[in-house]
Antibody
Framework: QVQLQESGPGLVKPSQTLSLTCTVS??????????WTWIRQAAGKGLEWIGR???????NYNPSLKSRLIISLDTSKNEFSLNLNSVTAADTAVYHC???????????WGKGTTVTVSS | QSALTQPASVSGSPGQSITISCTGT?????????VSWYQQHPGKAPKLMIY???NRPSGVSNRFSGSKSGNTASLTISGLQAEDEADYYC??????????FGTGTKVTVL
């Protein structure tokens, strides 16, 4: 059974960097068959695709976040991470890590972690 | 990055069928058969219901079906049940390797 678990600070100060890690069990982030992806959802709002990484290290980012975003992979720990810098209150959301198929659908979701940007 | 357009809400009585539309453009829904649909209950992570326009994952009820015509994808729920009350989101692959979500639809079972 594939499981994804997000971890990281629940509170980040404005202008600082939001850093989250997703630990994957039951599957390998080195797999050629999937992307590893981050999705977020602000309270009462819709889902927003943040970006993805492939085992090769190739990344694709949401154009609206691209200038502030880095997604990386640690195959030795079977984890992938998100770093979003210069955060504002608009980045307050529940962040989900997700397994994304090569046909661009998300078949396994982490439960999500709430990140609040506030001083 | 503009979202796909969905109706804010759709409602139906138990046993009825409802359809949720998802309208895109020539750079997403028209161009690719990579449309998927997700169900989200309050406080829960989304669940994949349909992928590749019309395919159901194992374990998803056959009351859920998907289709596409032109720039609009659709999710139909037949034999509506109380447990179907949730938010539903479509997504599509978009040119330049982006993924775009729909605006979301709240389904109410009357």
């Amino acid at each position: 059974q594939v499981q994804l678990q997000e971890s990281g600070p629940g509170l980040v100060k404005p202008s600082q960097t939001l850093s989250l890690t997703c630990t994957v069990s039951g599957a390998s982030v080195s797999s050629n068959n999937y992307y590893w992806t981050w999705i977020r959802q602000a309270a009462g709002k819709g889902l927003e695709w943040i970006g993805r990484i492939y085992t090769s290290g190739i990344t694709n980012y949401n154009p609206s976040l691209k200038s502030r975003l880095i997604i990386s992979l640690d195959t030795s720990k079977n984890e992938f991470s998100l770093n979003l810098n210069s955060v504002t209150a608009a980045d307050t959301a529940v962040y989900h890590c997700v397994r994304e198929s090569l046909h661009y659908y998300m078949d396994v979701w982490g439960k999500g972690t709430t990140v609040t940007v506030s001083s | 990055q503009s979202a796909l357009t969905q109706p804010a809400s759709v409602s139906g009585s138990p046993g009825q069928s409802i359809t949720i539309s998802c309208t895109g453009t020539s750079t997403d829904i028209v161009a690719y058969n990579y449309v998927s649909w997700y169900q989200q209950h309050p406080g829960k992570a989304p669940k994949l219901m349909i992928y590749d326009v019309s395919n159901r994952p194992s374990g998803v009820s056959n009351r859920f079906s998907g289709s596409k015509s032109g720039n609009t994808a659709s999710l139909t729920i037949s034999g509506l049940q109380a447990e179907d009350e949730a938010d539903y989101y479509c997504t599509s692959y978009r040119s330049n390797s982006d993924l775009v979500f729909g605006t979301g639809t709240k389904v109410t079972v009357l």
